[in-house]
């Protein structure tokens, strides 16, 4: 059961610099999140999406934007990189709402800008 | 502002005791709390729920209570053993939907 996949799992970006983070479910899932984990901080949501077509703000969304075409993945673009968006990067999904069953995370990204 | 805190960054128990791991909020709308626990280089796994019509609920040797005049849960583990050692999060959402998320508690489990 490969559950959620990030790619890539790591990667160092220069200041201004552009990349998109892939995030692939294979659980028919209709909702997605983007968290990030900022070192000693707990998971912010970015973004997130109840279905195809379907987008919305999470606590810190500036400097990111998503999109979901497919129910399986939710790209996360980090447009004019910066310092401040050093951090680890989750993306999950459920199958409702009320995360009944909890979200099911990817392994993650970890994100360097220097 | 952090509205899900778990004030204690670590904590070391001895195998086959318990582990208490605390988690406090300060949003009273909160109605759907989370634990889940986080080994290195991988993402979170889901453990346990509780919604607020509720004040335990309990799956094996994990049990969640829930106090929400003081806003505070607490996740216990008995008896605790060595793979249990891993980063512990607690999450809160309004009805299910944003989930706020707590610093994280590192746990060590002695053996």
């Known amino acids: 059961n490969a559950g959620v996949t990030q790619t890539p799992k790591f990667r160092i970006l220069k200041i201004g610099q552009s990349m998109t983070l892939q995030c692939t479910q294979d659980m028919n899932h209709n909702y997605m999140y983007w968290y990030r984990q900022d070192p000693g901080m707990g998971l912010k949501l970015i973004y997130y999406s109840v279905g195809a077509g379907i987008t919305d703000k999470g606590e810190v969304p500036n400097g990111y934007n998503v999109s979901r075409s497919t129910t399986e993945d939710f790209p996360l673009r980090l447009e004019l990189a910066a310092p401040s968006q050093t951090s680890v990067y989750f993306c999950?999904?459920?199958?409702?709402?009320?995360?009944?069953?909890?979200?099911?995370f990817g392994s993650g990204t970890r994100l360097t800008v220097v | 502002d952090q509205q899900v805190k778990q004030n204690s960054p670590s904590l070391s128990v001895q195998e086959g005791r318990i582990s208490i791991l605390n988690c406090d909020y300060t949003?009273?709308?909160?109605?759907?709390f989370l634990w889940y626990k986080k080994y290195p280089a991988e993402g979170p796994t889901f453990l346990i729920s509780i919604s607020s019509i509720k004040d335990k609920n309990e799956d094996g040797r994990f049990t969640v209570f829930l106090n929400k005049s003081a806003k505070h849960l607490s996740l216990h583990i008995v008896p605790s053993q060595p793979g249990d050692s891993a980063v512990y999060f607690c999450a809160a959402s309004v009805s299910g939907n944003q989930f706020y998320f707590g610093t994280g508690t590192s746990l060590t489990v002695i053996p």
């Open positions: 949003n009273s709308m909160f109605d759907y």
């Open positions: 999950a999904s459920s199958s409702s709402t009320w995360g009944n069953y909890g979200y099911t």
